[in-house]
């Protein structure tokens, strides 16, 4: 119990910044709360304690703004976070390390007994307000964005967006985000599938570079086998300012402007 009650805490830690110390978080953190009172509501329900376990969520619903049906089965690490508004359906599945924020449903689309409710892989993240509404699964480590509404499953790896939600990027490209990394950004977005057509270019100019890297290479070593001496000098690295810098640069070009109005008043 008490290692359980720790792995919480550590996930809250690992996953909210604003997370100070463990008092803290033992103490002010709803979503957790909403996780022990329904671990405690699931076992009275797999006792078939079923009036006791519903009248135990409908309490912690009362306390913490979120509402777990009693046979929602929850793995490890599951975090909450902010919480109120949150609903998670009676036949539910969610597995480990899964985060979800405030305003999520977890929802059935029939009134017919049996599964109806979705199913959350492993790493799942879902956004505010998203909506994931049937009884399919949502693979491992896919992304759900905020105020989506998912009514069919989602590969594994994928993110989703909209109304109703369709794919808009899948696992990153591994060369991409090699040579993204070469030219000093995160390459987060830059998808074939991404719908922002500057992530589009972007994306092209990357496959564009890493295929002129791959072929010069190839030339330098086919050369040098040939008994020719080339390529033996590092490119030049790509100088990539940050928005602070630029941001400094421009605020200093205004000020010289501004002396010189003083100075001049021809200007």
Known sequence: MFERLKEDINAVFHRDPAARNFFEVLTNYPGMHAIWWHR???????????????????LARLLTGVEIHPGAQIGRRFFIDHGMGIVI????????????????????????????????GNGVVIGAGAKVLGPFKVGDNAKIGSNSVVVKEVPEG?????????IVAKDKDEKREAIAKKLGFDAYGVSANSQDPVAKVIGNLLDHVHSMD???????????RMGGDVCD?????????????????????????TEHERFDPQI
């Open 214 to 224: 791959s072929k010069l290479a190839e030339l330098c070593s086919e050369v040098n």
């Open 158 to 166: 994928a993110t989703v967006v909209g109304i109703p939600a369709r």
């Open 40 to 58: 405690l509501s699931h076992y009275l329900y797999k006792k078939d304690f079923k009036w006791l376990a519903r009248t135990v969520s409908n």
């Open 233 to 257: 000098e590092k490119l030049p690295d790509i100088k990539v300012e940050s928005p602070e810098f630029i941001k400094a640069e421009q605020d200093a070009a205004e000020e010289r402007k």
């Open 89 to 120: 359906g009676e036949t539910a599945v969610i597995g480990d390390d899964v985060t979800i924020y405030h305003g999520v449903t977890l929802g059935g689309t029939s009134w017919n007994e049996g599964k109806r409710h979705p199913t959350l």
